[in-house]
């Protein structure tokens, strides 16, 4: 979706177990608009003092207890105190340090001034001296020194074991962002062991207290529900010791080491953290590590675009044991084929069209002419096959109004529509075109764009609160209403706030629409007049869709919710709550029978409409997802990101296919379409770009170094034509506001020159190097584009307004 500008503030948002993304809430009460860059967290990250021991990081500003320096961190600050005082509060008595005492304060001073290697020999010869067990060395050693064995003296309590986990979840929490998705793979096998040693050594005064290890579980289960729902369940019976010897999983958690990737620095920031929290049981998560878990330590820093760290890898987890990567969620059965249509309309259908194929066969043998295409039964036969009992929903699952003959109507043009279709595909050489509309003058206060389904209107919603339509075909808008006068547009107003959402019904004569007023609102495009207004969220509506049928919709909103609603009724028949931050995007399955959402949680969901319940969470992306689109068979869906990542999922399993890379990093993917057979994708975003994507495999023309593939386009205005690259500046100066001019492009050719020459053409930074699934790249001057949709018959429309005074 486009950008939306910053609202006032509203609800807060709490991390929830449900969401299991791998990311981090927004601030408590500071809303988030798709497409807009966060407001900083409200907490404070000090700077404290580093070293090469490791520096700590991520604390958001908590005050740790540093039991192995007898002193407080926080804020940048070092406060000593007294063994028996933690917190930092001076003493009202006067002690006195003992020799292990000073040895602490020079080994932390050490430490912290960055001489490792003194500290090191320190620690050894005071651990001879007073005949210990020498201290483990500092964080910043070698890989080989990071993999020994981390044992310190520690106790049997099993509330230290509590308090271990407790910390390390505190502490993953407010880590930077960078850090979090690694160091949550390792929070699931802690909690397990932790689990385990609980009911293993429960409370030992008589009698024994069993119900530890239960209020652990019950208390922090919810924590990894979402990606380790099966393991958990599992395990959720275990109560006595007896039961870690019958259990298959626990024996094979306790009989296995849990294989885990971690980065060169976020190892050293855990094993930093874990010194420093001795007395919070950092020894104990150390033995835990050692025992348990076999981390493999990578050279490098963690990749923020790099899907295995949200989830586990091929080679990560329990050798031949399936986790939690599928989910009860995504076990569900669900069926994904097409909507059975009515059997009295499929009789009138047929009769309408044998009776256009009979006069066209007629037509054509008068002129001598044999017909070379299918005829359209033909064709309407092929596209609705009848589906497998088991992959098609019940016609009753979904009650609709019955059919009336605007509906055959409809359903013809469309046969029709998909015989003359161009086929595109990656075995064919030939690629799609990409009509690309520009709006000028706009005064970046144009917050959407959508094309109706015959190709022949474009709405825009405006920040100044109306909605303005215009025609594709050049024509004057004429209103049914007497005495009024034709216009090239029609301005809509009625919304109390900015427009961030509109769509077309599939029949054209409707236009729904979204606004910051909490409302969604219905107009007709027969009297270019509001109808009704829908009112029910809490908060702005970021999103809205018409169902494929036009009879239900759907909207999303900043109130963490999606409704689904019936054009018929002001109030929402589902409401849909899951997500834990905004749902910014919303789309329909094409059978309607589903309802797919993308979140600022950086996850997907798919619902059953019939019952309201989540039947697929999709989890891979770092980003919040700004757009959704399912493929026409309905068996795959693209979901765009922030971070200008694409992602393909398979809506059966609810697994990732691939990730496709080409738009600039950090720059939001504002929509994505399908062609008619599903074969490519075609997405718009905010580096100015709409770029072509091969969906079954690898692209069959070679990408340039780049990624980037040049063509030939011509922008259009009035009867003005230029072809190349045109001074859109001095074109808009010449153009009044709202006009549209067109630029069209097709790939025929491979541009010349390197990367830096491009970039510089173009006047951004090089862009990243793209996947081999990109087929193509449409590189405008200055316009983001909002809105992408290939028509019934293979044609991509795009649009976006020009950003050349900005």
């Not at 993304?21 to 966060?38: D, E, L, V």
């Not at 074969?679 to 718009?684: E, G, I």
Request: glycine share 8%.
């Amino acid at each position: 979706m486009p950008p939306k500008p910053p609202l006032t503030p509203g609800p807060t948002q709490t991390p929830s177990s449900a969401a299991g993304t791998g990311g981090s809430s927004s601030a408590s009460g500071i809303p988030h608009a798709p497409g807009i860059p966060r407001p900083p967290n409200a907490q404070s990250y000090p700077s404290t003092p580093t070293t090469p021991g490791g520096p700590h990081v991520g604390t958001g500003g908590a005050s740790t207890a540093s039991a192995g320096a007898g002193g407080t961190v926080g804020s940048g600050t070092v406060t000593p105190t007294t063994p028996g005082n933690i917190g930092g509060t001076p003493s009202n008595t006067q002690s006195t340090y003992t020799q292990a005492d000073l040895n602490r304060i020079v080994l932390e001073y050490l430490l912290k001034k960055g001489y490792s290697k003194t500290e090191q020999m320190l620690r050894m010869e005071s651990s001879n001296a007073m005949g210990g067990t020498p201290s483990p060395p500092s964080a910043n050693n070698d890989t080989k020194t990071s993999q020994r064995t981390l044992l310190k003296s520690t106790t049997d309590d099993p509330q230290l074991y509590i308090r271990a986990y407790v910390s390390l979840r505190d502490w993953i929490e407010t880590s930077l962002d960078l850090f979090k998705p690694e160091l949550r793979k390792l929070l699931f096998p802690i909690f397990v062991h932790t689990f385990f040693y609980l009911i293993q050594k429960p409370d030992t005064k008589p009698p024994p207290d069993t119900s530890l290890a239960r209020n652990f579980f019950d208390t922090y289960s919810g924590d990894h529900s979402i990606l380790h729902g099966h393991d958990l369940q599992l395990l959720s019976g275990l109560t006595l010791p007896e039961h870690l010897q019958e259990n298959e999983t626990a024996k094979l958690y306790r009989q296995n080491k849990y294989r885990l990737n971690i980065s060169r620095t976020t190892f050293d920031l855990l094993l930093h953290f874990l010194d420093e929290n001795e007395r919070n049981g950092g020894p104990v998560t150390i033995r835990l590590i050692n025992q348990y878990i076999e981390t493999n330590v990578i050279p490098s820093r963690p990749d923020r675009n790099d899907a295995r760290n949200q989830t586990l890898g091929d080679d990560e987890g329990i050798p031949g044991h399936i986790t939690g990567r599928e989910t009860r969620f995504n076990q569900q059965t669900i069926r994904l084929g097409k909507f059975p249509m009515d059997e009295r309309m499929i009789r009138e259908v047929e009769l309408r069209l044998k009776e256009e194929d009979s006069r066209s066969q007629q037509e054509h043998s008068e002129l001598g002419v044999v017909p070379g295409s299918k005829t359209l039964m033909q064709e309407f036969q092929e596209l609705h096959k009848q589906e497998p009992e088991a992959d098609a929903p019940v016609r009753d699952i979904l009650p609709l109004p019955p059919f009336n003959g605007a509906d055959v109507e409809a359903e013809i043009a469309a046969v029709k529509d998909a015989r003359s279709r161009l086929k595109i595909g990656p075995i064919q050489a030939s690629l799609p075109s990409v009509c690309m509309y520009t709006f000028h003058n706009t005064y970046d206060g144009l917050n959407c764009l959508e094309f109706s389904e015959d190709s022949t209107l474009v709405a825009g919603g405006f920040a100044d609160s109306y909605v303005k339509v215009w025609s594709l075909k050049g024509e004057k808008l004429q209103s049914v209403v007497k005495g009024s006068t034709p216009s090239p547009s029609k301005r809509l107003v009625g919304h109390a706030g900015p427009v961030y959402g509109a769509s077309f019904s599939p029949d054209n004569r409707y236009l729904l629409t979204c606004s910051d007023d909490k409302s969604a609102r219905l107009w007709s495009m027969d009297t270019y007049t509001a109808l009704v207004s829908y009112k029910g969220h809490n908060h702005p509506v970021w999103d809205v869709t018409f169902s494929p049928n036009g009879h239900y919709f759907a909207t999303a909103s900043h109130d963490q919710t999606a409704r689904l609603w019936s054009c018929d009724h002001i109030y929402p028949l589902r409401i849909f709550a899951g997500h834990v931050s905004d749902v910014d995007c919303v789309t329909f399955h094409p059978n309607s029978t589903y309802v797919l959402t993308g979140s600022s949680d950086k996850s997907c969901r798919m619902w059953d409409v019939a019952k309201g319940t989540p039947v697929r969470v999709m989890l891979s992306h770092h980003a919040p997802v700004s757009s959704i689109c399912v493929s026409p068979d309905g068996r795959t869906l693209a979901s765009g990101a922030d971070d200008g990542s694409i992602i393909l999922w398979d809506l059966g399993t609810g697994k990732q296919i691939k990730t496709m890379r080409g738009h600039d990093r950090n720059t939001s993917v504002y929509s994505l379409s399908f062609s008619r057979e599903g074969t490519v994708l075609v997405s718009a975003g905010a580096d100015c770009s709409v770029r072509v994507w091969n969906v079954k495999g690898g692209s069959t023309i070679p990408a340039s170094a780049d990624g980037i593939v040049g063509g030939i386009t011509a922008a259009v205005s009035g009867s003005t034509a230029s072809s190349g690259t045109a001074d859109a500046d001095k074109v808009s100066s010449a153009i009044p506001n709202g006009v549209v001019t067109t630029a069209t492009g097709t790939a025929q050719g491979v541009s010349a020159g390197s990367q830096k020459q491009r970039a510089s053409m173009i006047g951004r930074p090089a862009p990243v190097v793209a996947t081999a699934d990109q087929m193509a790249a449409f590189m405008t001057k200055k316009t983001p584009v909002y809105k992408i949709k290939f028509t019934r018959r293979n044609l991509c429309l795009a649009g976006g307004p020009f950003m050349g005074t900005s």
